[in-house]
Structures are given as C-alpha cells and as structure tokens.
C-alpha cells in the first residue's frame, strides 16, 4: 500500500475520529478507503443507469431471438473478412 496525506479542516478531522472511536472502523484510512469505494460504487451505478436510458432512447425495441445471433455472426464474419482483405 502507498501512503497519501490529506489536510482537512479540524471539525471534518473530528467527525472522522468520532466514526473511528464509534467502532465501525478501526483506523482513519480505513473509514476514508470505505468512503473512497461507496463513492466507485455510486459512480459505476450511475453509469449503467445513463447507458440503460441511452438504450431505451436509441429507438424502438427489436426482439432479439436465436435467428438475430446467427444473422449478427455472419454480419460479423463478411466484415472480418472484407476488412482482412483490405489490408
């Protein structure tokens, strides 16, 4: 692990001891990593969240079925191919 040095104000330094000395946590890092990770978690749901309305917004549903896959592969095989010849 690396180190990494924050100045705060004295009453957010405070509130950080209390939640240490409260128990949930057992050092200051600790409580600021828990932090650190909440705040990853928020993000990365908030980003799936504006991908799913990019989704429904990029216009109307298609029912994807076994014949959309196998029609999609091959889609993806010709361009494979064309763009391997080219080069």
Do not use: C
Not at 6 to 26: N, R
Not at 29 to 44: G, H, K, N, P, W
Request: hydrophobic share 30%.
């Amino acid at each position: 692990m690396t180190s990494f040095n924050v100045s705060m104000p004295k009453a957010l330094k405070q509130y950080i001891e209390e939640q240490v000395a409260g128990g949930t946590y057992s050092t200051p890092s600790e409580y600021v990593r828990e932090l650190i990770r909440e705040d990853q978690r928020r993000r990365a749901k908030e980003k799936i969240e504006l991908e799913l309305l990019e989704g429904l917004r990029s216009g109307p549903a298609m029912e994807i079925d076994a014949g959309y896959w196998v029609s999609k592969r091959k889609e993806l095989r010709e361009r494979h191919r064309s763009a391997r010849a080219t080069r």
